[in-house]
């Protein structure tokens, strides 16, 4: 995997052009899995066993390709392929519930899905500017979502989330991070996304947000630029490092 930092513009842009244009920058909108927690593990094991379960299968790899997915959208991608016709209401609301509960088997085992290690320091450069935090996830996992405010105290508020229970067309669909533009009431181009998945980055950009892809996870970063990220940086303390230089 080359994560050679040589990608990372660290000089400061000629005439005080902005990366990401003129506009002012409002929010920062981040994803949750991969990026606030180092849940991603967890997923691709939990994943695996419950589809197995219903004589599905998936590999973790394909986990990892297919982040960001609404739960019914994972489900229904791989029982076309395997059944050749989308799963049923009931069968959505199954296997969901066999992926979270081996999700949180997992990380009882372990202790909880950990937070991110230098997420934190992005998050308060982000406050110290004054900046709106949004969250975009297409995740349902209640374990995560419940314990945001314990986790990151005073860093996000309900109003200011946008979660699987809110979207008809998850990642990589525009739909989730338009959500999150037009409940923090900005625009495309008073906002910048921080993302680790390719669905994701595909969403964020298909919604025109500037996108900053962080590479947490198993997959090449060409994975990340080729979902059409900005900027892709290793992990989250090279991010924290230069999120106040980067002309933003
Ligand atoms: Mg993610």
């Not at 606030?36 to 419950?50: I, Q």
Request: proline share 6%.
């Amino acid at each position: 995997m080359d994560k050679s930092p040589s990608e990372i513009p660290l000089t400061p842009l000629p005439n005080g052009e902005r990366l990401r244009g003129k506009s002012p920058l409002k929010a920062f909108l981040f994803d949750m899995d991969g990026v606030l927690f180092d849940s991603m593990p967890g997923h691709a094991v939990a994943w695996v066993k419950a589809v197995e379960r219903y004589g599905l299968s998936m590999t973790a790899e394909e986990v990892y390709m297919n982040e960001g997915r609404t739960g019914a959208g994972t489900i229904n991608a791989i029982a076309l392929r395997t059944w050749g016709r989308e799963a049923t209401e009931q069968e959505i609301t199954d296997i969901y519930a066999a992926k979270s509960e081996e999700f949180n088997r997992y990380f009882e085992a372990k202790g909880e899905a950990p937070v991110m290690p230098g997420v934190c320091d992005v998050l308060d450069k982000v406050r110290a500017r004054g900046l709106m935090r949004v969250i975009v996830t297409g995740s349902g996992q209640r374990s995560l979502l419940d314990n945001l405010n314990h986790h990151f105290p005073g860093q996000f508020t309900r109003e200011l989330m946008v979660t699987a229970f809110d979207v008809k067309k998850g990642k990589p669909f525009p739909e989730p991070y338009l959500m999150g533009l037009q409940k923090a009431g900005i625009t495309s181009a008073e906002a910048v996304v921080v993302e680790n998945a390719p669905l994701g980055i595909q969403s964020a950009r298909a919604a025109g947000i500037f996108t900053i892809a962080v590479n947490t996870g198993p997959l090449p970063d060409s994975a990340l630029w080729d979902a059409g990220a900005n900027l892709v940086f290793p992990d989250m303390f090279a991010l924290a490092d230069e999120i106040d230089s980067l002309e933003l």
